[in-house]
């Protein structure tokens, strides 16, 4: 097997100064990110989301596989038809499947089975992650094995919410579960599994969130 030719690193050294400067910005503009499950129908410049996604698909991956497809629906029929299957599963989870304990942990949220905004967001994009790699050859179907799959399109999708948000667009995570019914209706190929949901678009000018607290850095850091 060949090795990759080496060539210099593409790097911009910033003046310290400048350094904390973009940091503290960056913090602040990601302090505002929330999800957002009130979405208007309002138009987006598709640019946006194709954008955001040239972001995510740039993130590190296991032996650089790039194991993830992102969807992007725009179509009226496909999202009725995923809001349908969405709210029918997720009845069914909150009603009869998920435990005592999810639903205890779901409550403060105030989430339940409907999902309007799988219809009003002007878009919805599916993270599929690629579980491995299918090639067709004369031989018939080849497969290769995929390393860090949950790893990289977890990453990916970070990278896909920081850009969708540093554009001035609301989002959701969505995990409808089951989510099998995005790989029947979007038609996908039999190595790529359904990772994320995730609507796009303006939040309603009526728009809430739960008012959630962050852990303090002193509880998620800590220096050796
Ligand atoms: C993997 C994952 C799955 C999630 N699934 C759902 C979901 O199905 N429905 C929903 O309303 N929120 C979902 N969320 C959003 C979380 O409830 C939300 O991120 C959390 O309450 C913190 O709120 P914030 O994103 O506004 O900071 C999910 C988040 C993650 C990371």
């Known amino acids: 097997m060949n090795q990759y030719k080496h060539m210099p690193l593409d790097f911009t050294r910033m003046p310290t100064q400048d350094q904390v400067q973009a940091s503290r910005e960056f913090l602040e ?3 505002m990110r929330r999800s957002v499950r009130f979405i208007s129908p309002e138009p987006v410049p598709f640019e946006l989301i194709e954008n955001a996604i040239r972001c995510a698909s740039l993130a590190p991956s296991g032996a650089n596989q790039q194991p993830w497809k992102f ?3 725009k179509d009226r029929e496909i999202k009725r038809k995923i809001r349908e299957a969405a709210e029918s599963e997720e009845r069914e989870s909150y009603q009869h499947r ?5 639903l205890e942990a779901l409550a403060p949220l105030g ?22 790699g299918l090639t067709q050859t004369p031989e018939g179907e080849m497969k290769t094995k995929h390393y860090y799959v949950q ?8 990278f896909l919410l920081a850009a969708l948000h540093m554009s001035g667009l609301a989002t959701l995570t ?26 796009v678009g303006l939040p309603s000018p009526d728009a809430t ?16």
């Open 29 to 31: 503009r990601m302090a």
């Open 71 to 73: 969807v992007v629906v």
């Open 98 to 102: 998920m435990p005592a304990d999810w």
């Open 111 to 132: 989430t339940d089975w409907r999902k309007e905004f799988l219809e009003t967001a002007p878009y919805l994009i599916v993270v599929f992650r690629i579980d491995f």
């Open 151 to 158: 790893e990289s399109v977890g990453i990916a999708t970070g």
């Open 174 to 199: 969505h995990t409808p579960s089951p989510m099998g019914f995005l790989s029947t209706i979007l038609n996908r190929p039999k190595n790529e599994r359904p990772f994320v949901l995730i609507p």
């Open 209 to 224: 969130v739960p008012a959630i607290a962050k852990k303090t850095i002193a509880e998620v850091m800590e220096i050796k």
